[in-house]
């Protein structure tokens, strides 16, 4: 096994879960893979060591995550007022305000925050926080070693999962020698890879594709090609009867565009509110763009939520492109 980041301070980490009764493990509002994987690992993990945890988030996992062993297991919407955890671990959200639960929630409990976004705002009272990993799943891989309980195939299939979608399938910059030698790890303890890309890249409805037309007809190249920009408003998914999740992917054909620096895609969540995607190739930092607009992220992907017309928001959006693509 090979340990990614060996100068952590998992220390605090590992003293608070021994002491933990009942640990609540919660992912970020809009679910991804990297949010629900690095949850079910934990949650794995947790109960093989026999500690009593469960899971609970304000949004459904998404449809790509239906595989992974434990997902039935998590439950969603607000909080049920008779849970009594007292150690919480957020896993891979940025801010508190991620997590989508009302701040009282977390009094008298202890909160941890586990996660990779270099802008996160450590509101945790214990804060995992690094920017080196390249999803919040290969955090959990380390913690795992730490906490001296063996990878099952569950948490590995959670993990793989994570790992996959937060590095564009081992595309981007973040993945090095370790990162595969961890990967080597994840299928040596079971996960399936021929079922992880069946199951994230192979499971679309076929009306997916009705909304792709719509967003690749709303392509528009920028700034002399430097930025690339697709939108999707709310009429084509009521008329394809789809959501937000099923258009998860289309920003990296903005992205692929050869001398586009900073893919754009914007989605209407509901009259007058837009949830704003991100890409970058470098040199750009995407998540200094999204941070300037109320958002986050990283460098390569990052988003924020605006409000307004469409071309307001494109208007707001692109003065700040105009600043750092100077
Ligand atoms: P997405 O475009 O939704 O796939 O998000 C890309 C990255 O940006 C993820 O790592 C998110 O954590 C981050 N992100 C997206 N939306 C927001 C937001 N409203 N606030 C903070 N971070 C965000
Ligand atoms: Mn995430
Ligand atoms: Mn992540």
Redesign the pocket.
């Known amino acids: 096994m090979t340990i990614l980041h060996a100068d952590m301070q998992w220390q605090p980490v590992m003293a608070a879960v021994q002491q933990a009764k009942q640990i609540h493990i919660v992912a970020?509002v809009?679910p991804?893979a990297?949010?629900i994987g690095s949850q079910l690992a934990l949650y794995h993990a947790l109960k093989a060591m026999g500690k009593c945890v469960f899971m609970h988030n304000q949004d459904i996992a998404p449809y790509i995550c239906r595989y992974l062993p434990g997902v039935d297991d998590i439950t969603h919407g607000d909080v049920p007022t008779d849970i009594a955890a007292d150690l919480v671990i957020a896993v891979?959200?940025?801010?508190l305000?991620?997590l989508g639960m009302d701040s009282a929630y977390f009094e008298g409990k202890m909160l941890m925050n586990i996660d990779h976004?270099a802008?996160n705002t450590r509101y945790g009272d214990i804060n995992l926080v690094d920017a080196r990993y390249c999803a919040t799943g290969a955090m959990i891989y380390d913690l795992l070693q730490y906490l001296n309980v063996p990878l099952d195939a569950s948490s590995a299939a959670a993990i793989y999962a994570a790992v996959l979608t937060?590095t564009a399938s081992f595309r981007l910059a973040s993945v090095n020698a370790d990162v595969h030698r961890m990967t080597a790890d994840l299928i040596d303890a079971g996960a399936d890879v021929g079922l992880a890309s069946q199951s994230i890249y192979q499971s679309h409805k076929p009306a997916r594709f009705e909304l792709l037309k719509d967003a690749l007809d709303s392509l528009e190249v920028r700034h002399e090609g430097r930025s690339a920009w697709l939108s999707i408003e709310r009429v084509s998914y009521e008329r394809t009867g789809l959501c937000g999740e099923d258009s998860?992917g289309f920003?990296d054909y903005a992205r692929s565009i050869e001398g586009v620096e900073i893919a754009v895609?914007i989605r209407e969540e509901k009259a007058q509110q837009w949830?704003?995607?991100?890409?970058g190739k470098a040199p750009c930092d995407v998540?200094i763009v999204?941070g300037k607009l109320?958002?986050?992220?990283?460098q390569y992907?990052?988003?924020?939520?605006m409000h307004g017309t469409l071309s307001e928001v494109r208007e707001n959006i692109n003065d700040i492109l105009v600043d750092t693509l100077d």
């Open positions: 970020h809009c991804d990297d949010t891979d959200a940025g801010s305000g991620r976004h802008s937060d998860e920003i895609f949830k704003v995607s991100f890409r998540g999204a109320g958002g986050g992220g990283h992907a990052a988003g924020c939520t």
